[in-house]
């Protein structure tokens, strides 16, 4: 099984081999669906955390993480039990990446190593000589690999441990190093990296149905039985007590490549052997490399929120459609400000049977602020993360949403589209992506028509997605849709001076 | 023995000009061996032995063995060839067991085609006769033991120290293996080896030739006896099967876009007739609907000109035309619901250059080209198609051209379709055929050739209904989603 910090959804049964993603997309395995990046934008995300985190690679490594929205509780409390085993043993937290930076440059000296033996390959330049440096590094490398799985496994056992992915992977390691062959497949490494070509070369050699060379391998030189005819009549003493006579032949290789290229099949046969075992340690323990990313950024999260003295607590999942948030803070606005002492929080309860939410208010009474901290609570809370807020009981959706009124910031050049039916085209195209138990948001939809109009199609949208079990929260001026709106489905919300007022 | 019987034969001693072919774009749709069969039109009763051919090879079962056969039959053309130019004495015995075993199995392949017409039959009643069968029974007999001594020499051990020795193998484990079973023990996956396929040098073939040398002298001797074969025999019929074959795809192929195909009749009186048929050209453009058209040329009615709006369809129709009509002469189905052909003595076609896109000028060579295939044609019953020829000078001489040309065919009695964009031809006494828009074709910009009987929403309100967001497209939507999740629970219950 593949080690993974994120998801308990892991593919795979046994060691694969298979190159672990380089870039800072993070793969989760399993069933999940993702946010698009235009969510984190409306809500802001990317831009509190930039505050967080300034290594951009780290970063966009955690939005990546975040915009995988997982619907598993369990899932969820895998990663919160991990944040909390690394608030506790912060000091291995730090050892264990530093490892893994030095696991990671390993890996990628491998993969380079592979490129070059593939280059020389394409490029029918490889050579006896070069073929075996090649076998030599792939042994180094697979050595090397094998003691660091070893070593993360020295420095997991030393922790307390509480979460099972960190457990999971700390018997991993234990696993493999425990198992006697760990030695015999050292051993083999230490044997290769010394290897010369002068010393007795031996091979067997196999013919497929066309005469042709099908196997060209090598093997120990205690297999070699030879009855020398030539030494037998000079009555070497030797010869003069065998009592076998082997059948054997001379061979006189010319000055061809012929043999050079059976030796250099040989040697990558071996070399290339190594360099899958490699790929296999690589495959199963890399993509914590990127994980600890997420983690690196979700401990910094915790500091920031510790250092502006905001409360932060882990959500705790509903198993019904219930939320209920107590003293939510905005994240954009915590982090942007130097005085968070001024930013108000707001309580949100949602019951079962609410599956719109219309938020009203005057301009700039944080209408969108509102928006923003409901939706970004919703993805941390899913992401595993802690949220601002003194406690929070939150339910899961199976996607996030959102179309704000911003996207006209898009119109350019070619796009004929007035803004009304970019809003039209984008709203369609969520009626025709989200399934049920999704939740949406919508900024000042349709407010660019006349109101009568636009509030009367949007009303006839909302109660489409209420049918279809999709869970919305409108922030907008059209008051006509208060008169329209069943108050038992829908939870009508206003807005003064930053505190929310519940209306009746 | 008997001279092997052809499958196809070519008797005719008409050949199409090449020209033809490419101007109706079949070029575009059949391989270049494929084109050198249409090229010649079958003569005496070929056509009608092609014809039942054809139709067998609709039977899957026939079809089967057809491409058994030329499987078989590349496969020994291949170990022929490689036998030839092998210079390796080791890797020759291995060759030339291929070649006997290729040999034998395209022998019983041919072999199975009793009862399945004229042509087919009589291939496999030549490979079926008692002098084959003990040829070949003896041929197998010798495999056996060769496939044994080959089996005995396949492998050894090579050891480079002092002196390089060959020695026999004596259960030898290689390293990689005693690598991987450490790994799998492990957890690894250890993955499987890549055979090579590296050809022995003289050198390397010596030394086991030495090292086995018994049984490499009983080989020898056994491939003696069949110094004076002639293996090369049925590789004859590999154009012949790839021609069929390749036909029998292009049939499969326009049937996927519902293109039908017929086989003609074969009309004992001079003309063309022909419900619903289709230019398969258009396959290469990747089109997904071809529009039909009919063809009727009767002894009455043997020229026909073709006139209407650019983009309607005159060319296609005329390329639809010309390829069923070699695809006929050549004894091949055609793509029409159905049809009645007069087995044609010459076909020949005059497009413009600036239709094959080679953009040379053209009204000398478009004369010169024009009354060469009236000469051509001299004296035969033939079929001639037009397309824009003398468009390529003022309208005044163009038409003239025009009219004198085909007065000039009309008095050697051919059939002639002649696509023109001057509509004054329908002032002369010529029946004349026009492409108009197709009324049946909704909002579809389609056109159908037919014989010419004379001489000639609030703006808000629609944005949401556009994109289904308005009321009763939102119902609409509901229901859907209702549907397809009533449909998946159904299909999850069914599972479950």
Known sequence: MKISLLSLKVTGTKLTNKDAPDGNYIDMGGNVNSIDRKVLYHLSVDRSFSYVCADVKKRESFLSVISELTCDKNEIEYRQDIIRDFQKNPGSFERLAALYERFEELRLSQKALRKNEYLLNANKADTAFASKNILQAQAVCLKRALLFVKKFGELLSVCNLRSAGLINFSSACREICENPEFQNLLGFCGRYEQFSVNDFLDFKFSLNEHGHIEEYALIDHGYIYVSDPELKKKGLPFFKKSEVNYRCERVFPGKNDFYEGLLITALSDISGLFASLSEQIFDKFSAVYRELEFYFVALKYIEALVQKNIPYCFPEITADRNVKVKSLYDLYLLMSTDNPGKIIPNDFCLSDSYNSVIVYGDNGSGKTSFLRSVGTMQILGQAGLPVPCECAKICLYSQIASQFSEAEKEFCGGNEAGRFEQETRELAALADELSDGAFLLLNETFQSTAYEEGAQGLYNILEYFSDCNIRCVLVTHLRELEKMSDKDKCLLLYIENGHVIIKM | ?496
């Open chain 2, 1 to 496: 023995m008997l001279t092997a019987p052809q499958l196809l034969y070519c008797g005719g001693e008409t050949v199409l000009p090449p020209q033809l072919l490419s101007d109706i774009r079949l070029d575009g749709i059949l391989s270049p061996q494929a084109l050198c069969f249409l090229q010649k039109p079958c003569g005496g009763d070929e056509i009608l032995r092609r014809q039942e051919l054809f139709g067998l090879v609709e039977d899957e079962k026939v079809l089967g063995r057809l491409k058994i056969c030329l499987s078989n039959l590349l496969k020994l053309e291949r170990s022929l060839m490689l036998w030839h130019s092998e210079k390796v004495p080791l890797n020759s015995y291995y060759l030339y067991s291929d070649v006997l075993s290729d040999y034998v199995n395209v022998c019983e392949s041919l072999s199975a085609f009793e009862d399945c017409g004229q042509s087919l039959s009589e291939v496999s009643e030549y490979f079926l006769s008692d002098e084959r069968r003990r040829f070949f029974s003896e041929i197998k007999t010798d495999l056996g033991r060769i496939s044994e001594l080959l089996g005995k020499i396949n492998s050894g051990l090579l050891s480079f120290s002092s002196k390089n020795w060959i020695t026999p193998d004596r259960g030898a484990v290689i390293e990689s293996d005693k690598i991987a079973s450490v790994a799998q023990k492990l957890g690894f996956t250890v993955p499987v080896r890549k055979k090579s396929d590296t050809k022995p040098d003289i050198t390397f073939s010596d030394a086991v030739c030495r090292l086995y040398f018994a049984e490499i002298g009983e080989i020898g001797s056994i491939f003696r006896k069949y110094a004076s074969v002639d293996f090369n025999e049925p590789t004859g019929y590999i154009p012949q099967i790839r021609f069929i074959l390749e036909i029998y795809e292009l049939t499969r192929k326009a049937e996927k876009i519902g293109v039908p195909h017929c086989i003609a009749e074969i009309s004992p009186v001079p003309g063309y007739f022909a419900a619903d048929v289709y230019d398969i050209s258009l396959m290469a453009k990747e089109c997904e609907r071809i529009i039909p058209n009919d063809v009727d040329f009767t002894e009455t009615n043997r020229f026909f000109f073709l006139t209407g709006a650019n983009g309607g369809g005159k060319t296609t129709y005329l390329r639809a035309v010309g390829i069923n009509l070699v695809l006929f002469l050549a004894g091949c189905p055609v793509f029409a619901k159905r049809a009645s052909i007069y087995r044609f003595d010459f076909a020949a076609s005059h497009f413009p250059k600036d239709e094959r896109f080679d953009g040379v000028g053209r009204l000398d060579e478009e004369l010169r080209r024009s009354f060469g295939m009236l000469s051509a044609s001299e004296n035969k019953t033939a079929f001639l198609l037009f397309n824009e020829t003398f468009s390529g000078t003022d309208e005044r001489r163009g038409f003239e051209l025009v009219k004198n040309i085909s007065e000039n065919i009309r008095a050697a009695g051919h059939f002639c379709l002649y696509v023109t964009h001057f509509h004054e031809v329908i002032n002369l006494d010529f029946p004349v055929l026009i492409s108009e828009v197709c009324p049946e074709d909704g909002n579809r910009r389609t056109f159908k050739i037919v014989r010419s009987k004379s001489a000639v929403a609030s703006y808000a309100y629609d944005i949401l209904r556009k994109y289904r967001l308005d009321k009763d497209s939102l119902t609409e939507r509901r229901k859907n989603r209702e549907n397809k999740s009533a449909q998946f629970k159904s299909d999850r219950h069914k599972v479950n």
